[in-house]
């Protein structure tokens, strides 16, 4: 099973700032089969990034993710309020796992 | 306009049974493989069971495998977990959601609770 350690565990940035979150597979995830999601209070999920780099349907460009093998990354350029949330890394390439999260909070 | 809506969750005493059912409609879901997801109260996004679009193939997290089973009715547009020997651990928001081997999830429902307590 490939584990996922995402970091910081909470992020406290101010809108208009710039977010990196980072997520560690403790193997090679194959072919960059690797996605973010994002999640609010009281909603599903929602996919943000999936192939590491593609921007799903309807996300806004200042969403943005990087990466391959066992590092990736999401930034998110210019925090809008409505960015404020729980994000969560994923890999699809052996089985399934997801990281355990990270919060980003308004400083 | 793209849905899958979940049913079937609640209370149950542990060792107990639970058959949850998520109806797709907006897309043609014999195509897409499924997936359940649960998270638990407070916690994170935990992955149980994907089935294919043929419902030919199957898989499962080790923490559910030979408790739970995924099933669909393509001519329903509807998936399913049989959920059987319910633990304490299983308390969860199980989500159904479009995706599964080797597709993102791009699609979620809203989550039916099944709690599982004495």
């Known amino acids: 099973e490939i584990v996922l350690t995402q970091s910081p565990g909470t992020l406290s940035l101010s809108p208009g700032e710039r977010a990196t979150l980072s997520c560690r597979a403790s193997q090679s995830v194959s072919s960059n089969f690797f996605a973010w999601y994002q999640q609010k209070p009281g909603q599903a999920p929602r996919l943000l990034i999936y192939?590491?780099?593609s921007r799903a349907t309807g996300i806004p460009d200042r969403f943005s993710g990087s990466g391959s093998g066992t590092d990736f990354t999401l930034t998110i350029t210019r925090l809008e309020p409505e960015d404020f949330a729980v994000y969560y890394c994923q890999q699809y390439g052996s089985s399934q796992s997801f990281g355990q999260g990270t919060k980003l909070e308004i400083k | 306009e793209v849905q899958l809506l979940e049913s079937g969750g609640g209370l149950v005493q542990p060792g107990g049974s639970l058959r949850l059912s998520c109806a797709a409609s907006?897309?043609?879901?014999?195509?897409?493989?499924m997936s359940w997801v649960r998270q638990a109260p407070g916690k994170g996004l935990e992955w149980v069971s994907a089935?294919?679009?043929?419902?030919?193939?199957?898989y499962y997290a080790d923490s559910v495998k030979g408790r739970f089973t995924i099933s669909r009715d393509n001519s329903k547009n509807t998936l399913y977990l049989q959920m059987n020997s319910l633990r304490a651990e299983d308390t969860a928001l199980y989500y159904c959601?479009?995706?599964?081997?080797?597709?993102?999830?791009?699609?979620w429902g809203q989550g039916t609770m099944v709690t599982v307590s004495s």
């Open positions: 089935i294919s679009g043929s419902g030919g193939s199957t």
């Open positions: 907006g897309f043609t879901f014999r195509n897409s493989a």
């Open positions: 192939g590491a780099s």
């Open positions: 959601a479009k995706g599964g081997g080797l597709a993102a999830f791009d699609m």
